[in-house]
Nanobody
Framework: VQLQASGGGLVLPGGSLRLSCAASGFTVDNYTIGWFRQAPGKEREGVSFLRKYNSGTVNADSVKGRFAISRDLAKNTVYLQMNNLQPGDTAVYFC????????????????????WGQGTLVTVSS
């Protein structure tokens, strides 16, 4: 089982990026998928979540209206489209997968997730 995150980079404030999380060894449809981020000196925090069987999405208040999570089953990949990026979005972004169907409060808990990708760095700066 493996998660491969990619798509990070340097972007100007107001710009966009799309992160990808390619899964192998399991089918993303059968898992809850989360995107987390960790800024320097800060704890890892949840950003956006796709519920098992595509039964809904949840986004952190800080990214509502700017970020969107989606999936492509043919590619077994989950995406995080990030628009109107701001310097506060600078962080290493991780994708994670949980076998269980999680209640909302558990989506944000790092220990809810069984598998983690390696992280991709997003830097928002002028």
């Amino acid at each position: 089982v493996q998660l491969q995150a990619s798509g990070g980079g340097l972007v100007l404030p107001g710009g966009s990026l799309r992160l990808s999380c390619a899964a192998s060894g399991f089918t993303v449809d059968n898992y809850t998928i989360g995107w987390f981020r960790q800024a320097p000196g800060k704890e890892r925090e949840g950003v956006s979540f796709l519920r098992k069987y595509n039964s809904g999405t949840v986004n952190a208040d800080s990214v509502k209206g700017r970020f969107a999570i989606s999936r492509d089953l043919a590619k077994n990949t989950v995406y995080l489209q990030m628009n109107n990026l701001q310097p506060g979005d600078t962080a290493v972004y991780f994708c994670a997968a949980a076998q269980g169907r999680l209640i909302t409060s558990r989506l944000w808990a790092i220990d809810s997730y069984d598998y983690w990708g390696q992280g991709t760095l997003v830097t928002v700066s002028s």
